[in-house]
């Protein structure tokens, strides 16, 4: 089984930064690609940034270009989302997920990661 826990959550205020973490544990795939994704109180889960695996391709939504960073250790066993110039509208619970079929291109779609932790808060002041 295969287990992701996110951390690094919390309230800031708008502008601020923020640094979450989640880390892989048990019986991982060979090779796979790691991605964040968030749930706004009231609205659907949407795709924020996806890494594949070894790091080399990275994907954000346009409206986090240029203010969040996704990365993974060399290890392949953490990956991190760094949120800076944070705003009030990306508060929301950012969950970790994990899918082989992201190995080598990331994918926005969540049918297509098949490990999700249990979420980490997001909160930003305005």
């Known amino acids: 089984q295969v287990q992701l826990v996110e951390s690094g959550g919390g309230l800031v205020q708008t502008g601020g930064s923020l640094r979450l973490s989640c880390v892989v544990s048990?019986?991982?795939?060979?090779?796979?690609?790691m991605a964040w994704f968030r749930q706004a109180p009231g609205k659907g889960r949407e795709f924020v940034a996806g890494?594949?695996?070894?790091?080399?391709?990275?994907r954000y939504i346009d409206d986090v270009k240029g203010r969040f960073t996704i990365s993974r250790d060399n290890a392949e066993t953490r990956v991190h989302l760094q949120m800076n110039s944070l705003k009030p509208e990306d508060t929301a619970i950012y969950y970790c997920?994990?899918?082989?079929?992201?190995?080598?291109?990331?994918?926005?779609?969540?049918?297509?990661?098949?490990?999700w932790g249990q979420g980490t808060q997001v909160t930003v002041s305005s």
């Open positions: 997920a994990m899918g082989w079929k992201a190995a080598s291109h990331t994918t926005p779609f969540d049918y297509d990661y098949d490990y």
């Open positions: 048990g019986r991982t795939p060979d090779r796979y690609g």
């Open positions: 890494v594949t695996w070894g790091g080399g391709i990275t």
